[in-house]
């Protein structure tokens, strides 16, 4: 069966090859085991249900919370001379009604839609009397409370799908999905081990750079004028930024598109298809922006301001580069970012979604000032199986540093936190360390601590980046709640027995470009 499944990708597709992962997907889906494919974007997930879809007998259906894409894939099916169609609330009931009927006739080799179909009793009737050949849930990780984008009505489905007398083999597929997410999912659609195809995170065309320190406009005022023609997305974390950034870089005569929420539904479609057939160049956006889009030539992803948590920030960057050429992936991180996504978190009315929420920012926080290699940095946070190697492009990896051994530094600052409790965070700590006469220090009392401005040589914000540092490293933690409250680690105390050493990358000379970390 696997060979007929080349014929079809070679006769279909005019592809010689399979990507990773699609071979073993593929084969677990016709030997009709659950499957769980983990892929990147671009990694070619799609063809791991339509290969078996044209394979097995019957109609497969194709769950995906994405409304503007299935039409497009239906369009690419329909000029490979695959009959498809998608049924979802963009059409007329009338014409609902008859995408079923053809459907009960068994018209259709793929039905697209979306979760709440399943809500629908004429649906359900008509799956119940058709010969199924597949069921795939696309953007799995939407079907997972751990997942970053969870939909309640996409997980209700596999309790309705129980009641299916003639249920079919499923396969789940996703670009997301942390460990927790993966067990998640097994579980949920009853998938056994060696069915779960993971080829990992890994982007190698990417290249991720965190900037800090930089007047915002003026970088990206800089980075448009340095590749005029080239594709990209730049994401705001408001809708306010995204119509204050475009209005001032109209005024400086780029043509850069606006999406966010709060425009019409046309001005959005328009703008989308202006950005997908190369009208306009940029598009500033809101995370509303990008579920669905495929444009692959995208090169480059800035984020104006940083994320909430690493799922979105790796989904979103991901968007470059999905053709394979490189993509480049830019963070500018500035610290009042981190009070605007605690300020959206603190929205959520559940304490312990808040909790986890908090941890995830942390995380974020931590990639902003990790000295380690970004790819790895990310790749680990997602409990990748392979052992990365440093990227040697990342910001991290290209920085033309020199390593310093901050150990005692690092003992003076630990040695401080341990003194103030483990009940302030990175500021206040800072304004001890350096012998600050601020009214909080008095009204604690901190300027009776022996560590009272021992490191009085430094600046406080360079100890306060320095400070962060140390957290992203895992010397220190800023425990569970909404605000951060610096207590030690077990690596901390190895630390402070000097059992391990603190080396840090010090820019020898700041350049313009890159404004990290500069201790002294
Ligand atoms: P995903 O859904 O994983 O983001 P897609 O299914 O949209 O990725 O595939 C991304 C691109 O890769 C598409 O343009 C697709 O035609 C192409 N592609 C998929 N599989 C192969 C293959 N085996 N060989 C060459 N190109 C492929
Ligand atoms: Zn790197």
Redesign the pocket.
């Known amino acids: 069966m696997i060979k007929q499944a080349k014929e079809l990708?070679q006769q279909y597709?005019g592809?010689?090859?399979?990507?990773p992962g699609?071979e073993e997907a593929i084969s677990h889906v016709l030997e009709r085991k659950n499957t769980l494919a983990v892929?990147?974007?671009?990694?070619?997930?799609?063809?791991c249900y339509q290969i078996p879809g044209l394979t097995l007998p019957g109609t497969a259906i194709i769950i995906s919370p994405l409304i503007s894409l299935m039409k497009d894939q239906v369009d690419a099916l329909l000029s490979y001379g695959v009959a498809a169609t998608y049924i979802n609330s963009s059409l007329s009931s009338e014409e609902q009604r008859n995408r079923i009927q053809d459907m009960e006739n068994g018209r259709y080799s793929f039905v697209y839609v979306a979760p709440e179909r399943f809500d629908s009793p004429a649906f359900m009737t008509a799956i119940q009397g058709i010969q199924l050949a597949l069921i795939a849930f696309?953007e799995a990780h939407c079907i997972s409370q751990w997942g970053h984008d969870f939909r309640p009505s996409y997980r209700s489905i596999v309790s309705t799908l129980q009641k299916v007398p003639n249920l079919p083999v499923l396969m789940a597929?996703t670009?997301t999905a942390t460990q927790e997410v993966i067990r998640d999912i097994k579980q949920l659609i009853e998938v056994d081990d060696e069915a779960v195809v993971n080829t990992g995170f890994a982007r190698e065309n990417l290249s991720f750079r965190i900037m800090k320190g930089r007047d915002k406009r003026e970088f990206v005022t800089e980075y448009l004028e340095s590749r005029p023609q080239e594709a990209g997305i730049i994401y705001t974390a408001t809708r306010k930024d995204a119509d204050q950034l475009q209005s001032f870089l109209s005024k400086k005569g780029y043509a850069a598109g606006k999406y966010h929420a709060g425009m019409s539904e046309d001005q959005r479609k328009k703008v989308q298809t202006d950005f997908v057939q190369d009208e306009i160049t940029t598009i500033i956006a809101t995370n509303a922006f990008g579920m669905g889009i495929?444009k692959?030539n995208v090169r480059y992803v800035i984020h104006y301001s940083m994320p909430m948590n690493i799922e979105s920030y790796y989904q979103e960057a991901g968007r470059a580069g999905?053709?394979g050429e490189p993509g480049d992936c830019v963070l500018l991180f500035s610290s009042q970012d981190i009070n605007l996504q605690r300020f959206l978190i603190d929205q959520s009315p559940s304490e312990e979604k808040k909790k986890e929420e908090y941890a995830k920012l942390q995380a974020m926080v931590n990639y902003c000032h990790t000295h380690t290699c970004l790819q790895k940095f990310i790749l680990e946070y997602f409990d990748d199986p392979v052992p990365p190697e440093p990227c040697g492009k990342c910001s991290n990896c290209m920085h033309a540093g020199e390593e310093r051994d901050m150990t005692k530094e690092a003992q003076m600052v630990l040695s401080c936190v341990k003194r103030m409790g483990g009940k302030f965070g990175a500021g206040l700590t800072a304004k001890v360390l350096r012998g600050s006469s601020d009214q909080k220090v008095r009204q604690f009392r901190f300027q009776d601590l022996s560590t009272y401005g021992i490191l009085s040589r430094y600046t406080e914000k360079e100890l306060t980046r320095f400070i962060h540092f140390l957290t992203a490293e895992g010397y220190l933690t800023p425990g569970q709640g909404r605000y951060p409250a610096l207590q030690l680690t077990k690596d901390s105390l190895s630390v402070l027995k000097n059992e391990t050493s603190v080396v840090m990358l010090v820019e020898a000379t700041t350049t313009k470009q890159e404004t990290n970390y500069n201790l002294e």
């Open positions: 990708l597709y592809f010689s090859s399979f990507r699609q892929m990147p974007t671009g990694g070619g997930k799609s063809l696309d597929l670009a495929d692959s999905r053709d």
